[in-house]
């Protein structure tokens, strides 16, 4: 397993993660929304955050993707992403609402990054996780980020384990779901 830094070729499959590892029916029904949010930002914006695991057959089964601008972001999400999913009801503009709010409040706390994870199923429990971390977290600290954070559904014992185990604490709950953070400088 090999864990490299994002090719513009890799943006297919990590929408095919993003897709696969989903467990939320309405995203998965609103598949616009869900790239949007969770892959076509960081793959246009941000490529230089995104570490991907290839498997000795070439093929990418997980990422770490991050945002580590926090005004950049926002500003991309009120001019071009947000409007993408506009029209996608009250649950798709509820979403970013809410993340807007979230990445303001965080980064106040000194946690300016954001990242999400994903690993296809029969990759996962290898380490890879803990690989990808600790690539985007050597990338980070070597630019002086603050700090990082990520939600993580309250109901993934496995997911929250990994991240209690990296050494992310607890910093807030809100509904259904458990934000850590890490500092990093």
């Known amino acids: 397993m090999e864990i490299r830094k994002f090719r513009p070729e890799d943006a297919e499959a990590i929408r095919g993660i993003c897709l ?27 490529p230089g955050n995104i570490f991907v695991a290839e498997d000795e057959g070439g093929r990418v089964c997980g990422y770490i ?14 001019e071009t992403y947000g409007p993408r999913i506009a029209g996608s009801g009250l649950r798709g503009s509820g979403l970013q609402a809410f993340t807007e709010l979230q990445v303001r409040r965080l980064a106040r706390k000194g946690y300016s990054a954001h990242l999400h994870i994903d690993i296809l199923e029969d990759c996962q429990r290898q380490g890879i996780g803990t690989k ?22 309250a109901g993934n014992a496995v997911g929250n384990a990994f991240y209690r185990k990296y050494g992310f604490r607890l910093i807030e709950k809100v509904p259904g779901c458990n934000m850590y953070g890490l500092k990093l400088n």
């Open 132 to 153: 990808l971390v600790n690539a985007l977290c050597e990338e980070l600290r070597a630019r002086g980020t603050d700090g990082l954070y990520l939600g993580c559904s």
């Open 65 to 78: 993707l991050c945002s580590s601008d926090p005004a950049g972001y926002l500003r991309a999400w009120k």
């Open 20 to 46: 696969a590892t989903c467990t939320d029916p309405w995203l998965r029904e609103n598949q616009n929304v869900l790239y949007t949010k969770y892959a076509d930002y960081y793959v246009t914006e941000e």
